[in-house]
Nanobody
Framework: QVQLVESGGGLVQAGGSLRLSCAAS????????MGWFRQAPGKEREFVAA????????RYADFVKGRFTISRDYAKDTIYLQINSLKPEDTAAYYC?????????????????WGQGTQVTVSS
């Protein structure tokens, strides 16, 4: 059974940084893409970033503008999302997702597996 467990969210002041983690287990992810999405209250879930499980390629949403970095720890089967220069508009629940999709898949419904989410709240 696939499990994606996120952690690392919290309350941070604007301009601060956070590193979100997604521990993956339960299957071989070698042909999978791992993605991060976020959802603010009253808004649709939106794509943030994605990485091939091999770690060779990444993709980011346009709004990231160099503030976010997605990466993988090969030894720990963990995906990270480093977020710098946090803004109040980054406040949302952040979700890890996995699926045998193309790296360019930005639609949430394309991904098969989801974590429970971790809340990021940025105060101004």
């Amino acid at each position: 059974q696939v499990q994606l467990v996120e952690s690392g969210g919290g309350l941070v002041q604007a301009g601060g940084s956070l590193r979100l983690s997604c521990a993956a287990s339960g299957r071989t992810f070698s042909n999978y893409v791992m993605g991060w999405f976020r959802q603010a209250p009253g808004k649709e879930r939106e794509f943030v970033a994605a990485i091939r499980w091999s770690g060779t390629s990444t993709r980011y949403a346009d709004f990231v503008k160099g503030r976010f970095t997605i990466s993988r720890d090969y030894a720990k089967d963990t995906i990270y999302l480093q977020i710098n220069s946090l803004k109040p508009e980054d406040t949302a629940a952040y979700y890890c997702a996995a699926g045998p999709v193309a790296l360019g898949s930005v639609v949430a419904a394309s991904y098969d597996h989801w974590g429970q989410g971790t809340q990021v709240t940025v105060s101004s």
